[in-house]
Protein backbone atom coordinates (compact mmCIF):
# COMPACT_ATOMS: atom_id res chain seq x y z
CA UNK A 1 0.00 0.00 0.00
CA UNK A 2 0.66 3.81 -0.91
CA UNK A 3 2.03 5.75 2.11
CA UNK A 4 2.67 9.49 2.67
CA UNK A 5 4.38 10.37 5.51
CA UNK A 6 4.66 14.25 7.24
CA UNK A 7 7.29 14.17 9.83
CA UNK A 8 6.55 18.17 11.03
CA UNK A 9 2.95 17.39 13.11
CA UNK A 10 3.63 21.73 13.67
CA UNK A 11 6.09 24.35 12.46
CA UNK A 12 5.93 28.28 12.64
CA UNK A 13 7.44 30.94 10.46
CA UNK A 14 7.84 34.49 10.71
CA UNK A 15 5.73 37.12 8.15
CA UNK A 16 7.83 38.05 5.03
CA UNK A 17 10.04 34.59 5.73
CA UNK A 18 10.43 31.23 3.88
CA UNK A 19 9.33 27.90 5.19
CA UNK A 20 9.83 24.46 3.81
CA UNK A 21 7.42 21.39 4.60
CA UNK A 22 8.64 17.90 4.39
CA UNK A 23 6.65 15.23 2.70
CA UNK A 24 8.21 11.49 1.59
CA UNK A 25 6.27 8.76 0.52
CA UNK A 26 6.52 5.64 -0.33
CA UNK A 27 5.83 3.39 -3.98
CA UNK A 28 6.54 1.16 -6.20
CA UNK A 29 5.32 2.51 -9.10
CA UNK A 30 7.07 4.42 -12.02
CA UNK A 31 4.47 7.19 -12.70
CA UNK A 32 2.41 8.99 -10.37
CA UNK A 33 0.69 12.45 -8.92
CA UNK A 34 1.17 14.17 -6.01
CA UNK A 35 -0.48 17.21 -4.62
CA UNK A 36 -0.49 19.43 -1.33
CA UNK A 37 -3.60 20.53 -0.19
CA UNK A 38 -4.21 23.48 2.37
CA UNK A 39 -6.99 23.48 4.70
CA UNK A 40 -7.55 27.11 6.55
CA UNK A 41 -9.31 27.55 9.64
CA UNK A 42 -12.68 27.43 7.35
CA UNK A 43 -12.03 23.82 7.36
CA UNK A 44 -11.83 24.31 3.11
CA UNK A 45 -9.68 22.18 1.43
CA UNK A 46 -7.48 24.06 -1.37
CA UNK A 47 -5.61 22.53 -3.61
CA UNK A 48 -2.25 24.42 -3.64
CA UNK A 49 0.18 22.70 -6.28
CA UNK A 50 0.89 19.85 -7.85
CA UNK A 51 3.15 17.64 -9.60
CA UNK A 52 3.51 14.99 -12.08
CA UNK A 53 6.52 12.35 -10.99
CA UNK A 54 7.69 12.07 -14.66
CA UNK A 55 8.36 15.68 -15.36
CA UNK A 56 11.70 16.49 -13.41
CA UNK A 57 10.90 20.61 -13.23
CA UNK A 58 9.83 21.01 -10.01
CA UNK A 59 6.49 22.75 -9.74
CA UNK A 60 5.37 26.35 -8.86
CA UNK A 61 2.40 28.47 -8.35
CA UNK A 62 3.54 31.89 -7.39
CA UNK A 63 5.02 32.14 -3.73
CA UNK A 64 4.90 28.39 -3.24
CA UNK A 65 7.47 25.69 -4.89
CA UNK A 66 8.10 22.13 -5.04
CA UNK A 67 11.45 20.45 -4.36
CA UNK A 68 10.41 16.85 -5.54
CA UNK A 69 12.78 14.29 -5.60
CA UNK A 70 11.72 11.21 -7.42
CA UNK A 71 14.92 9.05 -5.82
CA UNK A 72 14.70 9.97 -2.88
CA UNK A 73 10.62 10.04 -2.67
CA UNK A 74 10.43 13.41 -1.43
CA UNK A 75 8.14 15.99 -2.31
CA UNK A 76 8.67 19.15 -0.06
CA UNK A 77 6.48 22.56 -0.05
CA UNK A 78 8.39 25.95 -0.07
CA UNK A 79 6.68 28.84 0.77
CA UNK A 80 7.94 32.40 -0.11
CA UNK A 81 7.44 35.51 1.73
CA UNK A 82 5.09 33.54 4.14
CA UNK A 83 1.78 35.83 5.06
CA UNK A 84 -0.41 35.24 7.59
CA UNK A 85 -3.22 33.91 5.47
CA UNK A 86 -1.46 31.10 4.70
CA UNK A 87 -2.04 30.00 8.55
CA UNK A 88 -3.36 26.41 7.77
CA UNK A 89 -2.79 22.35 7.75
CA UNK A 90 -1.45 21.63 4.31
CA UNK A 91 -1.34 18.04 3.45
CA UNK A 92 0.71 16.35 1.25
CA UNK A 93 -1.54 13.71 -1.26
CA UNK A 94 -0.32 11.24 -3.27
CA UNK A 95 -2.56 9.68 -6.31
CA UNK A 96 -1.60 6.71 -9.00
CA UNK A 97 -1.73 7.79 -12.55
CA UNK A 98 -5.12 6.95 -13.72
CA UNK A 99 -8.47 7.48 -11.71
CA UNK A 100 -7.51 6.29 -8.12
CA UNK A 101 -8.45 8.22 -4.71
CA UNK A 102 -5.27 10.14 -2.98
CA UNK A 103 -3.88 9.18 0.01
CA UNK A 104 -2.60 11.65 2.15
CA UNK A 105 -0.18 12.54 4.66
CA UNK A 106 -1.63 13.37 8.24
CA UNK A 107 -0.47 16.69 7.73
CA UNK A 108 1.64 19.67 9.28
CA UNK A 109 0.04 22.56 10.59
CA UNK A 110 1.83 25.99 9.74
CA UNK A 111 1.27 29.45 11.94
CA UNK A 112 2.17 32.61 10.35
CA UNK A 113 3.73 34.87 13.24
CA UNK A 114 3.19 38.40 12.74
CA UNK B 1 -22.34 27.06 -9.86
CA UNK B 2 -22.30 25.52 -6.35
CA UNK B 3 -19.49 23.40 -6.70
CA UNK B 4 -19.44 20.26 -4.06
CA UNK B 5 -22.47 20.74 -1.57
CA UNK B 6 -23.04 18.39 1.80
CA UNK B 7 -25.65 18.52 4.16
CA UNK B 8 -26.21 18.88 6.72
CA UNK B 9 -22.53 21.19 8.49
CA UNK B 10 -23.00 19.70 11.81
CA UNK B 11 -24.81 17.37 13.19
CA UNK B 12 -25.03 15.14 16.55
CA UNK B 13 -26.64 11.26 17.27
CA UNK B 14 -27.12 9.51 20.13
CA UNK B 15 -25.36 5.65 19.51
CA UNK B 16 -27.18 3.63 17.96
CA UNK B 17 -28.97 6.04 15.69
CA UNK B 18 -28.68 6.18 11.79
CA UNK B 19 -28.20 9.10 9.32
CA UNK B 20 -27.43 9.28 6.07
CA UNK B 21 -24.92 12.65 4.83
CA UNK B 22 -25.68 14.17 1.56
CA UNK B 23 -23.44 14.96 -0.80
CA UNK B 24 -23.87 16.66 -4.54
CA UNK B 25 -21.59 17.98 -7.15
CA UNK B 26 -22.64 20.38 -10.20
CA UNK B 27 -19.94 20.27 -12.35
CA UNK B 28 -20.23 16.85 -14.25
CA UNK B 29 -17.71 15.02 -12.71
CA UNK B 30 -17.24 11.13 -13.20
CA UNK B 31 -16.06 10.78 -9.34
CA UNK B 32 -17.04 11.13 -6.13
CA UNK B 33 -15.52 10.70 -2.82
CA UNK B 34 -15.89 10.31 1.01
CA UNK B 35 -13.08 10.70 3.47
CA UNK B 36 -13.00 11.48 7.30
CA UNK B 37 -10.79 13.49 8.99
CA UNK B 38 -9.73 13.10 12.93
CA UNK B 39 -7.65 14.98 14.64
CA UNK B 40 -3.66 13.34 13.92
CA UNK B 41 -4.87 11.06 11.59
CA UNK B 42 -5.09 13.32 7.79
CA UNK B 43 -7.89 12.18 5.38
CA UNK B 44 -8.95 8.76 4.96
CA UNK B 45 -10.84 7.29 2.35
CA UNK B 46 -14.13 5.17 3.42
CA UNK B 47 -15.57 4.72 0.04
CA UNK B 48 -15.63 6.27 -3.44
CA UNK B 49 -17.67 5.78 -6.99
CA UNK B 50 -14.90 5.98 -9.78
CA UNK B 51 -18.01 6.70 -12.70
CA UNK B 52 -21.56 6.22 -11.92
CA UNK B 53 -23.42 2.88 -10.86
CA UNK B 54 -19.86 1.73 -9.44
CA UNK B 55 -18.99 2.29 -5.89
CA UNK B 56 -15.78 0.88 -4.16
CA UNK B 57 -14.76 0.38 -0.59
CA UNK B 58 -11.58 2.71 0.78
CA UNK B 59 -9.07 2.50 4.18
CA UNK B 60 -12.10 2.55 6.88
CA UNK B 61 -15.25 1.60 5.15
CA UNK B 62 -16.90 -0.36 7.89
CA UNK B 63 -19.60 1.20 10.01
CA UNK B 64 -20.37 3.11 6.61
CA UNK B 65 -22.61 2.15 3.33
CA UNK B 66 -22.75 4.79 0.26
CA UNK B 67 -25.42 4.91 -2.46
CA UNK B 68 -24.34 6.74 -6.00
CA UNK B 69 -27.70 7.79 -6.82
CA UNK B 70 -27.19 9.74 -10.08
CA UNK B 71 -24.01 11.66 -11.70
CA UNK B 72 -24.30 14.26 -9.45
CA UNK B 73 -25.57 12.90 -6.08
CA UNK B 74 -23.11 10.06 -3.57
CA UNK B 75 -24.94 9.73 -0.12
CA UNK B 76 -22.91 7.88 2.66
CA UNK B 77 -25.03 6.36 5.78
CA UNK B 78 -24.19 5.51 9.13
CA UNK B 79 -27.18 2.52 10.05
CA UNK B 80 -26.13 2.05 13.38
CA UNK B 81 -23.76 5.06 14.88
CA UNK B 82 -20.91 4.86 17.35
CA UNK B 83 -18.95 7.23 18.99
CA UNK B 84 -15.60 6.09 17.16
CA UNK B 85 -17.47 7.48 13.77
CA UNK B 86 -17.27 11.25 15.61
CA UNK B 87 -15.54 13.15 13.19
CA UNK B 88 -15.31 15.55 10.03
CA UNK B 89 -16.40 14.00 6.66
CA UNK B 90 -15.53 15.59 3.32
CA UNK B 91 -17.17 14.55 0.15
CA UNK B 92 -15.02 15.22 -3.03
CA UNK B 93 -15.56 14.76 -6.71
CA UNK B 94 -13.16 14.95 -9.67
CA UNK B 95 -13.34 14.61 -13.54
CA UNK B 96 -11.92 10.67 -13.29
CA UNK B 97 -10.02 11.43 -16.36
CA UNK B 98 -6.66 10.82 -13.80
CA UNK B 99 -3.47 12.85 -14.07
CA UNK B 100 -2.93 15.72 -12.68
CA UNK B 101 -6.84 15.23 -11.46
CA UNK B 102 -7.65 17.70 -8.99
CA UNK B 103 -10.40 16.98 -6.33
CA UNK B 104 -12.75 19.78 -5.31
CA UNK B 105 -13.82 19.11 -1.91
CA UNK B 106 -16.75 20.25 -0.04
CA UNK B 107 -17.80 22.29 2.96
CA UNK B 108 -17.46 19.12 5.76
CA UNK B 109 -19.98 17.84 7.83
CA UNK B 110 -19.03 17.64 11.99
CA UNK B 111 -21.05 15.09 13.30
CA UNK B 112 -20.77 13.95 17.35
CA UNK B 113 -21.53 10.76 18.18
CA UNK B 114 -22.76 10.55 22.08
Known amino acids: AQTVTQSQPEMSVQEAETVTLSCTYD???????LFWYKQPPSRQMILVIR??????QNATENRFSVNFQKAAKSFSLKISDSQLGDTAMYFC???????????FGKGTRLSVIA | NAGVTQTPKFQVLKTGQSMTLQCAQD?????MYWYRQDPGMGLRLIYY???????DKGEVPNGYNVSRLNKREFSLRLESAAPSQTSVYFC?????????????FGPGTRLTVL
Open chain 1, 51 to 56: QEAYKQ
Open chain 2, 92 to 104: ASSTGTGGLDEQF
Open chain 1, 27 to 33: TSENNYY
Open chain 2, 27 to 31: MNHNS
Open chain 1, 93 to 103: AFMFSGNTPLV
Open chain 2, 49 to 55: SASEGTT
